[in-house]
């Protein structure tokens, strides 16, 4: 169900994209005046990855570590802030991107975990401040996150500690239990530099599903800063 939730969401992505281009860089529905636009650009950024609870064996996990991440992004913005003010400025928007992200964890076993996942990220957008030109860029979001376990690091984690009683002293934790995939909320904040199409985003990310039942009953979060480079597709 999520591989397919995910294909349709990119699927969305790609068609966007692809009537822009086909219509010369411009989504024209009618001869009404358009005040919606759609961009569409690359992301990179940088994400500290932590873990709510522990397993019931011992405190594996030691703390995030970071990782990175990269992918594109498709935005829309709608109206205008005023009856003067350019297109696209309005007050709400939208975005859907797809992201790889390497998630990096410090853990008490002979190596650290490092997970790798496609994230297709549907976000809804607030802009509060758009009728103010300076801070017409400013955005709040949030939105359900759909994520794709794609590579994982080691196969096994092994905890030696002798300090745990004679049961625990040898632990083996198999990545390869672990789920395919994660359904997260995201909330966020960022801020686009008008007419430059150079953007700041801060967010949140908090997993809903457990990595898996068994060997690793945690639920993952990430906090993220990214910059993105936005290009204008046209207005619809």
């Not at 569409?40 to 873990?51: A, E, L, N």
């Not at 990175?68 to 350019?86: I, M, Q, Y």
């Amino acid at each position: 169900m999520m591989k397919k939730t995910i294909l349709f969401a990119l699927g969305i992505l790609l068609g966007q994209i692809c009537f822009a281009q086909s219509s010369g860089g411009k989504i024209a529905i009618s001869k009404k005046t358009r005040n919606n636009l759609l961009f569409f650009g690359p992301k990179v950024g940088v994400g500290m990855t932590s873990f709510s609870g522990q397993p019931s064996e011992c405190d594996l996990f030691d703390g995030g570590s970071i990782g990175f991440e990269a992918g594109v992004a498709l935005n829309a913005r709608w109206g205008k802030a005023t009856a003067s003010s350019p297109q696209g400025t309005g007050m709400l928007g939208a975005a859907v991107e797809l992201n790889y992200r390497q998630a990096m964890a410090k853990t008490i076993a002979d190596d650290d975990l490092s997970l790798g996942y496609l994230e297709v990220p549907v976000l809804f957008k607030c802009y509060p401040a758009a009728t103010r030109k300076a801070l017409n860029g400013l955005y709040i979001e949030a939105g359900p996150e759909f994520a794709m376990l794609m590579s994982k690091s080691p196969d096994v984690m092994t905890v030696q500690n002798n300090s745990l009683s004679a049961a625990y002293q040898s632990l083996a934790y198999h990545t390869g239990d672990l789920k395919g995939g994660d359904l997260r909320m995201v909330v966020g904040v960022g801020y686009t530099v008008p007419n430059t199409g150079l953007g700041f985003n801060a967010r949140y990310h908090i997993g809903t599903s457990e990595l898996s039942e068994n060997a690793l009953p945690v639920k993952m979060c990430v906090l993220d800063l990214s910059i993105a480079w936005m290009f204008k597709l046209g207005a619809f």
